[in-house]
């Protein structure tokens, strides 16, 4: 696993640190990943921006691909924060697909503890995958679901590729992303089907085993998740849900400014986070090449001065 680490000049030891996760297609260097760790960092909080499991910068490092349920990766990602960071909060914070495995880890995480879990939070999650597959691929949504099989099958040609022991990838039945699914995510990682690794990974019907504070965040005009999956999920009152009416999938453009940003949901995240731990926030500073600590730099992005680290996983998949 490939993790994009940055560190405010401000940040001390015990202040807290968030993981960020990108969603479907996406990688740690996504714009509106990047954004969001932006602000945090000008907020004093430590960003670790994670690339699931053979995405971006992690491309080669594992055979195996990440997917909607993959949430010992997560867990993973934990251990390698505390054990840098001992004593810091962590935040969960995903994104549509990173959505979901965020709140899904929250739950698990009240069965099997995570040290120093502070809080989840969640923008757009897919809490009824199945019920989202089905609406990405009615007509007026085809445009995306389409996009979305083209994207995939290109990379997992390219892992195929790449891994000279792994059979050769035969995509030409695949024209959905239920068909990718069914055909590849499921056999690939041990579901019987689509529908059994959807049954399996989706976080909705898991919310109510969610003992840390969380917000979760979503708009009714999302074109890929039905608002009805996430107006009649079960939550805790520990769980904030701010439902809009406007927002789109990761969206958000306001008319007027909130919190200084039009970019609604990047403000509304990180007043979230900065609200709840106070105590730092207002030592903030601009992200700057030298905000990174240790590790190697690699190329340049959006954010200056990340760092990359491998967080070793005992399976090859």
């Not at 505390?82 to 965020?102: D, H, K, T, Y």
């Not at 990379?155 to 050769?168: E, G, K, V």
Request: aromatic content about 6%; proline content about 8%.
């Amino acid at each position: 696993l490939a993790l994009l680490d940055a560190i405010p000049p401000t940040w001390e030891p015990g202040d807290p640190v968030c993981l960020l996760v990108h969603g479907l297609g996406g990688c740690a260097r996504a714009p509106y990943v990047a954004r969001i760790a932006e602000r945090l960092h000008r907020a004093n909080i430590r960003t670790v921006r994670m690339n699931l499991r053979g995405a971006g910068a992690g491309f080669g490092l594992a055979r195996g691909i990440y997917h909607a349920g993959r949430t010992e990766d997560l867990r993973a990602v934990t251990r390698w924060i505390n054990a840098r960071a001992p004593g810091s909060p962590i935040a969960l914070l995903g994104l549509s697909l990173g959505a979901n495995l965020v709140l899904k880890l929250a739950a698990e995480a009240a069965i099997d503890p995570i040290d120093n879990l502070d809080c989840v939070v969640a923008a757009n999650p897919p809490l009824d995958l199945s019920a989202c597959c089905k609406h990405i691929s009615s007509p007026q949504n085809r445009i995306f679901d389409r996009n979305f099989v083209v994207s995939l099958k290109a990379q997992i040609q390219r892992l195929h590729q790449h891994f000279d022991d792994l059979p050769p990838f035969d995509d030409a039945k695949i024209d959905s992303l239920y068909a990718f699914d069914d055909l590849y995510t499921a056999p690939r990682n041990g579901f019987a089907d689509a529908e059994d690794y959807y049954r399996q990974s989706s976080a909705g019907p898991l919310l109510t085993q969610i003992q840390i504070d969380g917000l979760l965040v979503h708009a009714d005009d999302d074109p890929f998740i039905p608002a009805e999956t996430v107006r009649s999920a079960v939550t805790p009152p520990n769980l904030t849900c701010d439902i809009l009416a406007h927002g789109g999938h990761l969206g958000y453009i306001s008319r007027e400014p909130w919190a200084g940003d039009r970019r609604w949901l990047d403000a509304r995240v990180t007043h979230w986070l900065t609200s709840r731990w106070p105590h730092r926030h207002d030592l903030a500073t601009p992200l700057n090449p030298g905000s990174a600590h240790s590790a190697h730099l690699i190329h340049s992005s959006s954010l200056e001065g990340d760092v990359i680290h491998d967080v070793q996983q005992p399976q090859p998949e």
